[in-house]
């Protein structure tokens, strides 16, 4: 017909040829079958996938759980959407700026002399240690006289002179070439070995150092990873974690792509739910983590428990010991409470341990103590082909400061035994002595104040009962304080150190003071009929101002960011 397209003649055989073929079982027909054979095995085994991850979502957290957990979801998205809308994403850019700009104003002090460039001709020695004394001096918060919760480690003054000369007789020293430097290795050897010894490791146990508690942290991730892999094949892991574990292990699942699962820590304990680490178990699963102590409540989980599952679904079990160090294993002995938690569990297979914090070493010290060599071994790196040659390194480092080593091992020899366990009771005595004050001595605080679970090492969480605590913990650091502010419930804590242990008396009475004038400012506000302020509710941020009390994080993430960048700031 005019106007209409037709098919031309040798097209049309040729579809018809086809056709024709198709109908009489030809290979083509069969490779159309056997793509269609495929289509439906690769939709079978992806609804199969996902079919098993929503029966194991809701083995894990129950139907209510899986509900509420869609809902914080759902809820997190659409309030990110709401803050990238024109005008909400202006404002909020402008205050996260302005909150950056006032953190820049305190860290960044606008008189200081700035180095940008190299000094053309080196200078005189005498002109670097003027200018480094003046850097020591830089005003800051005093945690020389112990007002500074945790961060410095102290081990007083004789020590901190030892570990200088040992930093001095070893300023060159790289582990990396063990024949170079064979004190190093001896010495590294061995703090490891002292280490595991603390820690009831049986024989055949063995143990890295590293250079702090997130790396140590980290290794251990990486470790059940491999070990999964290898052994079982596993491409897709996951790892159970109380929600007061340490970030690092939320740091470790984004760096080895291990799906975290957190898991609740619920009053009056604020221990982890080993029922609900039970529940989330499933074949993906290749570590479970404890703690002795947390970090944001000085609690010590049911390690035990844990360690019965452990063994139970032969899973590997991770204690992070990095805060409680040489604390923890000295408590029993001290006389103070305390809780199995190292390898005389079955179920424990590694311990992460700071050697750089109770063990009073200089900052860049840690170990990771596995129950066998072959854990070890999983977090090798051995490149045989490399044209630089053969290549193999323990962990994440290739060269590493043996001058820090030299400094653990010598802080290590010199403390002893009997020294760690009279800094335990000492550190561990004043804790108890702050908390009792804090419940019992002090009628104000008493009725004000409530401890975060039942802490049985060397930190202190309290939260308010009517006060906001984030103001509490500005009017204490108005007095010099720097204290830890908490979230998930909004707290605060003091890790004690042996510089605080000479003023907890001065700690507990400026909180008593701090407490006093707040409960004041409530009084007045309601005199004037402005009501009261009253206590933060939900889930506060930690960071005053522009985060609030936010379901979508990502302002937090800006201004922690501003943050990390000011750091660089010159």
Same mark, same amino acid.
Not at 200 to 223: D, F, K, Q, W, Y
Not at 466 to 488: E, P, R, V
Not at 505 to 525: M, N, S, W, Y
């Given at each position: 017909?005019?106007?209409?397209?037709?098919m031309?003649?040798s097209?049309?055989?040729?579809?018809?040829?086809?056709?024709n073929?198709?109908?009489?079982?030809s290979?083509?027909?069969l490779?159309?079958?056997?793509?269609?054979?495929?289509?439906n095995?690769?939709f079978f085994?992806?609804?199969?996938?996902?079919?098993?991850?929503?029966?194991?979502k809701?083995?894990?957290?129950?139907?209510?759980?899986t509900?509420?957990?869609?809902y914080?979801?759902v809820?997190?998205?659409?309030?990110?959407?709401?803050?990238?809308?024109?005008?909400?994403?202006?404002?909020?850019?402008?205050?996260?700026?302005e909150?950056?700009?006032k953190?820049?104003?305190?860290l960044v002090?606008?008189?200081?002399?700035?180095?940008l460039?190299l000094p053309?001709?080196?200078?005189?020695?005498?002109?670097?240690?003027?200018?480094?004394?003046?850097?020591a001096?830089?005003?800051?918060?005093r945690w020389?006289?112990?007002?500074?919760?945790?961060?410095?480690?102290?081990?007083?003054?004789?020590l901190?002179?030892?570990?200088?000369?040992?930093y001095?007789k070893?300023?060159v020293?790289?582990p990396?070439?063990?024949?170079?430097?064979?004190?190093?290795?001896?010495?590294?050897?061995?703090?490891?070995?002292?280490?595991?010894g603390?820690?009831?490791?049986?024989p055949?146990?063995?143990g890295?150092?590293?250079?702090?508690?997130?790396?140590?942290?980290?290794m251990?991730?990486?470790?059940?990873r491999?070990?999964?892999?290898v052994? *079982?094949?596993?491409?897709e892991?996951?790892m159970?974690?109380?929600e007061t574990? /340490?970030?690092?292990?939320?740091?470790?699942?984004?760096?080895?792509?291990?799906?975290?699962?957190?898991?609740?820590?619920?009053?009056p304990?604020?221990?982890?739910?080993t029922r609900a680490?039970?529940?989330?178990?499933?074949?993906?699963?290749i570590?479970?983590?404890g703690s002795?102590p947390?970090?944001?409540?000085?609690i010590i989980d049911?390690?035990?428990?844990?360690?019965?599952?452990?063994?139970?679904?032969?899973?590997p079990? /991770?204690?992070?010991?990095?805060?409680?160090?040489f604390?923890?294993?000295?408590?029993? *002995?001290?006389g103070?409470?305390?809780q199995?938690?190292?390898?005389?569990?079955?179920?424990?297979?590694s311990?992460?341990?700071?050697?750089?914090?109770?063990?009073?070493?200089?900052?860049?010290?840690?170990?990771?103590?596995?129950?066998?060599?072959q854990?070890?071994?999983?977090q090798?790196?051995?490149?045989?082909?490399?044209s630089?040659?053969?290549?193999?390194?323990?962990?994440?480092?290739?060269?590493?400061?043996?001058?820090?080593?030299?400094?653990c091992?010598?802080?290590l020899?010199?403390t002893g035994?009997?020294?760690?366990l009279?800094?335990c009771?000492?550190i561990?005595?004043a804790?108890?002595?702050?908390?009792? /004050?804090?419940?019992t001595?002090?009628?104000?605080?008493?009725?004000?104040?409530e401890?975060?679970?039942?802490?049985?090492?060397?930190?202190?969480a309290f939260?308010?009962?009517?006060?906001?605590i984030?103001?509490?913990?500005d009017g204490?650091?108005?007095k010099?304080?720097?204290?830890?502010?908490?979230?998930?419930?909004?707290?605060?804590?003091?890790?004690?150190?042996?510089?605080?242990?000479?003023?907890?008396e001065?700690?507990?009475?400026?909180?008593?003071?701090?407490?006093?004038?707040?409960?004041?400012k409530?009084?007045?506000?309601?005199?004037?009929?402005k009501?009261?302020?009253?206590?933060e509710?939900?889930?506060?941020?930690?960071?005053?101002g522009v985060?609030?009390?936010?379901?979508?994080?990502?302002?937090?993430?800006?201004?922690?960011?501003?943050?990390?960048?000011?750091?660089?700031?010159?």
């Amino acid at each position: 017909m005019p106007g209409t397209s037709r098919m031309p003649v040798s097209l049309r055989e040729g579809f018809n040829n086809v056709r024709n073929r198709s109908r009489a079982g030809s290979p083509l027909a069969l490779g159309v079958l056997n793509l269609d054979l495929v289509r439906n095995l690769v939709f079978f085994l992806f609804v199969l996938r996902w079919t098993r991850r929503a029966l194991w979502k809701l083995k894990g957290r129950g139907l209510i759980g899986t509900i509420v957990e869609v809902y914080i979801d759902v809820r997190r998205i659409l309030y990110g959407y709401f803050l990238q809308m024109p005008g909400v994403r202006n404002q909020v850019k402008k205050q996260v700026e302005e909150a950056v700009g006032k953190l820049q104003t305190k860290l960044v002090p606008l008189n200081a002399t700035r180095y940008l460039t190299l000094p053309k001709e080196g200078w005189d020695q005498d002109a670097v240690r003027k200018e480094l004394e003046t850097l020591a001096n830089m005003d800051h918060t005093r945690w020389e006289d112990g007002f500074v919760s945790g961060a410095v480690y102290h081990g007083e003054d004789e020590l901190l002179k030892l570990q200088t000369e040992a930093y001095g007789k070893f300023t060159v020293a790289n582990p990396i070439h063990p024949d170079v430097f064979p004190g190093v290795r001896k010495m590294e050897a061995e703090v490891v070995a002292m280490v595991l010894g603390l820690f009831n490791a049986p024989p055949g146990a063995a143990g890295v150092s590293t250079s702090g508690g997130t790396e140590s942290i980290l290794m251990a991730c990486l470790s059940a990873r491999q070990k999964a892999y290898v052994e *079982r094949g596993i491409t897709e892991p996951e790892m159970i974690l109380p929600e007061t574990a /340490h970030v690092a292990f939320r740091k470790a699942g984004l760096y080895f792509k291990i799906k975290t699962h957190l898991v609740a820590c619920p009053a009056p304990t604020y221990q982890a739910d080993t029922r609900a680490i039970s529940r989330l178990i499933n074949s993906n699963t290749i570590l479970l983590v404890g703690s002795a102590p947390n970090f944001p409540h000085g609690i010590i989980d049911d390690i035990a428990g844990l360690s019965k599952i452990a063994v139970k679904k032969s899973i590997p079990l /991770h204690v992070d010991c990095c805060l409680g160090s040489f604390l923890v294993p000295f408590l029993s *002995r001290a006389g103070f409470e305390t809780q199995p938690f190292d390898f005389r569990l079955k179920g424990v297979t590694s311990i992460s341990c700071d050697t750089h914090k109770y063990g009073f070493a200089p900052k860049g010290n840690s170990t990771v103590l596995y129950r066998t060599q072959q854990l070890r071994s999983y977090q090798y790196y051995v490149d045989p082909a490399w044209s630089g040659g053969v290549y193999a390194s323990p962990g994440i480092a290739g060269s590493r400061p043996g001058a820090l080593i030299a400094g653990c091992w010598a802080s290590l020899m010199s403390t002893g035994e009997d020294g760690y366990l009279q800094s335990c009771i000492e550190i561990v005595g004043a804790t108890k002595k702050l908390i009792s /004050h804090i419940t019992t001595t002090s009628p104000v605080l008493a009725q004000e104040l409530e401890i975060l679970g039942n802490p049985l090492v060397s930190v202190v969480a309290f939260k308010s009962k009517t006060l906001n605590i984030y103001d509490i913990a500005d009017g204490m650091s108005a007095k010099g304080w720097h204290l830890n502010a908490l979230q998930n419930p909004p707290a605060i804590h003091v890790a004690l150190t042996l510089p605080i242990v000479k003023v907890w008396e001065k700690l507990a009475g400026d909180l008593e003071a701090v407490v006093e004038q707040e409960k004041e400012k409530e009084r007045a506000r309601v005199a004037e009929g402005k009501g009261a302020k009253g206590k933060e509710v939900g889930d506060s941020a930690a960071l005053y101002g522009v985060a609030g009390s936010l379901p979508n994080k990502s302002v937090v993430v800006d201004l922690a960011r501003g943050f990390l960048d000011i750091l660089y700031k010159a």
